[in-house]
């Protein structure tokens, strides 16, 4: 590996956004998660119906949604056997996860212990995603219904939807190995830590990878380590 001395670097000041999702790469479980239909500048809501989750308006330019209202639904992602599940925490007492409820009827609703109907396969086609619930029950697929205005689950039509992920800042105290660095989220890593990405290393803002004095950045895909000589807020 080669080491590359570097003198100083210029941060930025952190914005959490939320950035859409169009590689299965991007799906983290434990990260946050927005369900949108970027045509209405609509995403799923905080309300549920009886048989759906309303809908609220967002803000979509060049894939970003910089700032939501309180009554957009911030889903956590989880992993369970190759699928995924949505959590929502602030759903009831304790939270719940969004399932597909009925084979006779369109209905997409929230249960506090998940099942199959629950847990969703993802994948992406020019920027959509397809989310498919694994359950027995076959209106499966969450879209988003214009004429309505709502969210729910059906056999076929309706609108497709997006992910959108949120950026997270994460500060490193102890050496440790992470999958891949995201373009959007900034990682300071503090003396004497190292940090070593064993996937893609891309970032958009070189500033988003924020390496202390003493601290070094190992990115093993490619055999690079960086160690940072000062770093200079700015």
């Not at 946050?32 to 979509?60: E, F, H």
């Not at 190759?82 to 609703?109: E, H, P, Q, R, V």
């Not at 214009?146 to 800042?169: H, K, M, N, P, W």
Request: proline share 1%; net charge negative; hydrophobic share 40%.
């Amino acid at each position: 590996a080669s080491n590359v001395m570097v003198s100083a670097v210029f941060a930025v000041a952190f914005s959490q956004q939320y950035h859409l999702v169009t590689d299965a790469n991007q799906l983290i479980a434990g990260r946050t998660y927005l369900i949108v239909n970027t045509n209405a500048g609509k995403a799923l809501g905080t309300t549920q119906n009886n048989n759906n989750r309303n809908a609220v308006d967002v803000s979509v330019s060049d894939g970003v949604i910089s700032a939501i209202s309180e009554t957009v639904c911030e889903l956590t992602l989880g992993a369970v056997g190759g699928n995924w599940t949505f959590f929502d925490a602030n759903w009831g007492t304790n939270g719940g996860y969004l399932y597909a409820a009925s084979s006779s009827s369109n209905i997409l609703k929230t249960q506090a212990t998940n099942d199959a109907n629950g847990q969703w396969s993802i994948s992406f086609s020019n920027g959509s995603a397809t989310i498919q619930a694994q359950g027995s029950n076959t209106r499966n697929l969450l879209k988003y219904n214009s004429s309505a205005t709502i969210f729910s689950c059906y056999a076929s039509g309706q609108q497709d939807v997006q992910l959108f992920i949120r950026g997270e800042e994460f500060i490193h105290t102890e050496s440790e190995s992470i999958a891949q660095l995201l373009p959007f989220d900034k990682h300071t890593v503090q003396s004497g830590v190292t940090l070593t990405v064993t996937g893609a290393a891309n970032c958009n803002e070189p500033s988003y990878l924020i390496l202390e004095d003493g601290a070094q950045f190992i990115h093993n895909a490619d055999g690079v380590q960086a160690t940072m000589k000062k770093n200079i807020e700015g």
